[in-house]
């Protein structure tokens, strides 16, 4: 790798910089490197700061601190067939119509280099080292939409990037046929390639994006990845379940992923007030309109929750199934528990596959979470807030899954899960999660930011962190290295924040470092959803030491 920078956002980070273009609206900046973040020390679980509010990581020399695990959390990739029927990049022309609010952005001016993002991400992870302990990392944890519209083929491109081999993001025929090609019938996308015979696209005339004549076909092209060094684990999210993360697969819907048209504007007469609705239960009602043909592919055919889970069982795999196990290939459910010595982590599945981009957890999975959880305590809560004490040994917890607490939904009258149960929202499972005090962490996605957040127990000391990670795709494009360590009897969590270690800014198109790099600045520079956006957090949603007082006495454990 080349760049010059550091990948650990304590030493140095990235952020908006000089201005290369003005456009009408906004003016495009290139990326720079900016001052790092020390730890901040955060205690309202319990622990107060030990003189200050703010530590270095010379605070903690290795000696001292005991690593219990050291892993990344990489989520939100959204590897997308930027050339699939059925994707409505048209709607993004309805950006600041308020029914269309959860529906787009559909599509991102960087989305055919995100391949190359991940890949430069996942080969800065097999370089990284714990900053708190200086141990190597032991795991990697995606927690979903890892794809973008629950297609195969876009499954395909995401397993080769994290198990390594040839990676294809080309779909259909040789070269580009989408939304980007300088011919598309509408004005409303970035096209790089240059200016159309109608004039400057919306990107370039407003917002100052550049020239990259060739990039589009450079950015299909096949190559050859390393993936992980590390086990990593998967996990199920909306953008794997559903169209766009919200529409369900309708027949008429599973035809046109296959089929040989692209939409390319709304059908005449289009009831906007039920665009959500139609989205959510109905996609084929946005065919209809203006289309351009397209070469078919049966590649993009959709992908089921069984499909998903299958396809983690390659030959490469490790751990088998990353994560997924026997039991999820025969019933078809995407959660599941995964054992290190010190640590238990606890996959959900978060997806209401009955459409919406919201989350949920039905009853059958929440028994099940709560027996899992109940082996790995010599002590919790009943649900009437009984003690109960077991014969088992304790293990620290961390929960994973693609929705939080804030994006699942709470419970609906009339909306039960397939056991005629009601759907467990956000507020649900955090009651759930307190009843088991080994429960230290809960790492998440889906809002495309970063935050930390703590949940105390509602009685007494004690609680967890709740901790989600920012997307790859969009804007800081970082993951996370979080570290559950152990000095003198103490729990902290430290998170850093990685940024992929690409140059600053592409050269060429000739290298996948930069178009990586590229990638990187064109988030930069995607208006709302840029480096002007709140989506890179707060200094205390970044790199912090999340501290905890220990559920049980640590020198239980293996290490």
Not at 84 to 98: I, Q, Y
Not at 228 to 237: A, H, K
Not at 311 to 336: I, Q, V
Not at 507 to 513: A, D, K, M, N, Y
Request: a negative charge; hydrophobic letters at 40%; charged letters at 20%.
């Amino acid at each position: 790798m080349s760049g010059g920078h550091s990948p650990l956002t304590t030493a140095q980070r990235l952020g908006p910089g000089d201005v290369l273009r003005t456009g009408s609206t906004a003016e495009y900046r290139n990326v720079e490197i900016i001052d790092g973040e020390p730890h901040l020390v955060r205690a309202e679980l319990g622990y107060e700061p030990d003189g200050g509010h703010e530590v270095g990581l010379r605070t903690w020399p290795p000696a001292r601190v005991r690593s219990l695990l050291s892993l990344v959390h990489l989520t939100d990739l959204q590897l997308a067939d930027v050339q699939s029927p059925v994707r409505f990049e048209f709607l993004n022309g309805r950006f600041a119509d308020p029914r269309y609010a959860e529906i787009v952005p559909v599509q991102r001016p960087q989305e055919a280099l995100t391949p190359h993002a991940v890949d430069a991400m996942l080969r800065t992870v097999n370089a990284a080292v714990a900053p708190a302990t200086g141990a190597p990392v032991q795991l990697a944890v995606t927690t979903g939409d890892a794809i973008d519209n629950v297609q195969w083929n876009e499954l395909q491109t995401f397993l080769a990037l994290f198990d390594g081999g040839r990676v294809r993001p080309n779909s259909g025929a040789p070269g580009y046929q989408g939304v980007q090609a300088l011919e598309w019938p509408d004005d409303i996308f970035w096209k790089p390639d240059g200016v159309a015979a109608t004039g400057p696209d919306l990107f370039r005339a407003a917002f100052g994006f550049p020239h990259w004549p060739g990039l589009l076909d450079r950015a299909l092209a096949e190559f050859s990845v390393p993936g992980l060094d590390v086990p990593w684990l998967s996990c199920f999210g909306n953008h794997e379940a559903l169209i766009q993360g919200v529409g369900v697969v309708t027949p008429a819907v599973r035809a046109a992923l296959t089929g040989d048209v692209k939409p390319a504007s709304l059908p005449p007469d289009f009831d906007d007030d039920r665009a959500l609705e139609f989205f959510t239960l109905q996609p084929e009602m946005f065919f209809g309109g203006q289309s351009v043909p397209i070469t078919p592919d049966a590649a993009r055919r959709p992908v089921t929750r069984r499909d998903f889970v299958g396809a983690h069982f390659g030959p490469s795999a490790r751990p088998a199934g990353h994560g997924f196990t026997e039991r999820n290939r025969l019933d078809g459910t995407a959660y599941y528990a995964y054992d290190t010595p010190t640590v238990r982590l606890v996959a959900l599945d978060t997806n209401c596959l009955a459409g919406g981009a919201a989350g949920c957890v039905d009853h059958e999975q929440a028994q099940w979470l709560a027996g899992t959880l109940a082996e790995v305590h010599s002590t919790y809560r009943g649900p009437a807030g009984e003690q109960i004490r077991t014969g088992n040994a304790d293990r620290l917890v961390i929960v994973f899954s693609h929705h939080g607490t804030e994006s699942l939904m709470h419970r609906l009258v009339g909306h039960v899960g397939p056991d005629g149960q009601p759907m467990l929202g956000g507020v649900d499972v955090v009651a759930l999660l307190h009843r088991f005090p080994n429960v230290v962490l809960w790492l998440n996605g889906h809002t495309h930011l970063n935050a930390a957040r703590a949940r105390p127990a509602p009685a007494g000391p004690g609680g967890f962190w709740e901790v989600t990670t920012s997307s790859i795709v969009d804007w800081p494009c970082q993951a996370r290295l979080v570290e559950l360590t152990e000095s003198a009897g103490q729990l902290s969590i430290f998170c850093t924040m990685i940024d992929h270690h690409s140059p600053l800014a592409a050269e060429s198109l000739r290298s996948g470092s930069d178009l990586a790099a590229l990638h990187r600045e064109l988030a930069s520079n995607v208006p709302l959803l840029g480096s002007a956006s709140s989506r890179a957090g707060t200094p205390a949603d970044r790199n912090v030491e999340l501290r905890l007082r220990p559920p049980f006495p640590l020198n239980r454990l293996a290490g």
